[in-house]
């Protein structure tokens, strides 16, 4: 039993992993389809195990399972029959989650939790070594052309040379895949930084000088505060936070020229009636979030403009929006709120509503990190050895 386990922590962790995109196999044959293809192939001898399957979770849940993967069937089918045939594998995978037992659930994300923060830790080491030592790198271009201005590359660290400061990205090849993947292990983790592996997350967090993962991880220690109903607890970490942010502004007032002014500071400044942060896309995109929302394909979503967009900024609600429709998204929203149904708490719909937020800026439901999140997260916050006294908010 030990040895299977072993071997599918391992297998889901290398899905986990591959999906946020690591350096080595971006702008390759290899994408997101191959990815789950990869992951199936390897999960092929785990189907069938007894120990790890409960047949009467899946027989319960079925009705979860067939819409999450209709919802995502449709996104696809509207892209055209090779990203039909390319969310496969992704479809049996997720049945083969749904499958699992509870128990193998928690077990397997207290796996990746552990395995992606000795790798985050590694890759960490690595990156301040760069930014304080003359450290040899040298140079990634994507094989595909993307990201004409390359990668200053250290193997276990990769570094966007355009940049006018050095963010935290690890092995992957945007900030935000790195966020995609840590914020939810955080959040299910419920911020416990007395744990050495979710402190070793939240210290990558805040080197990604992401302001997506920042103003998620705000909400999210406020609702944990606020979800206690504890005053004492939630007054320290309203006034902790309200220090902690006093002294940052602090700091960027005197440092105009400060790594944390240019990445967050200047973000939060409104321009034009909108934050000057929300900056996925160009003037070129808004006209045609224009011209669409005001046309029939507001319902259904177009890729018409996939091409023209290609250097324009292609994440944000806004292109979300474009390329698939209110119809396809609301649809798709609805199956990830069904998965509540799967281990019922207050804890596990804020996960799901979390990961829905996620989605309106890195569209990426279908990505194997995302979709383990959501199917096994909520299992894995409800655990009986997830005693809430583990939460760093709530410990006395």
Known sequence: MKSKLKYLNWVLFFGYFTSMQPWFFYGTWVKTPVYAFFTLTLLLPCFGIKSLMDKSSLYKNRTQLFYLCIALLLLHMSMGLNATLGIMPTLVVIYFLFSLKSEIKVEILDFITKKMSILVGISLIVHVLYLVTDLPCGSFYPPDGSYGKGFDLQYLNIVSSWMPYKRFQSIFIEPGHLIVGIFPLLLINKFNIRNKYV????????????????????????????????????????????????????????????????????????????????????????????????????????????????????????????????????????????????????????????????????????????????LAGPYYINGNYRNEKNCILLHK
Not at 213 to 232: D, E, Q
Not at 234 to 254: D, K, N, T
Not at 283 to 306: A, C, L, P, R
């Open 199 to 374: 402190a070793i997350l939240f210290i990558a967090l805040l080197f990604s000088l992401s302001l997506a993962g920042y103003l998620y991880s705000i909400i999210a220690l406020v609702y944990l505060s606020l979800s206690r109903g504890k005053i004492k607890q939630c007054l320290i970490s309203v006034g902790f936070s309200a220090i902690l942010i006093g002294g940052i502004y602090y700091y960027m007032s005197s440092h105009e020229d400060s790594a944390l002014t240019k990445a967050i500071a200047e973000r939060l400044v409104f321009e034009d009636g909108s934050i000057a942060g929300d900056n996925r896309v160009t003037d070129f995109v808004d006209q045609i979030y224009e011209k669409v929302i005001s046309s029939n394909d507001i319902f259904w979503g177009t890729h018409m403009y996939d091409r023209a967009m290609v250097g324009e900024g292609i994440n944000g609600y806004k292109v979300i929006v474009i390329r698939c429709g209110i119809i396809l998204l609301l649809f798709l929203a609805v199956a990830y709120l069904m998965q509540y149904r799967n281990s019922k708490s207050r804890d596990s719909f804020f996960l799901i509503l979390m990961l829905l937020l996620m989605n309106s800026q890195n569209f990426y439901p279908y990505w194997i990190c995302t979709l383990i999140i959501l």
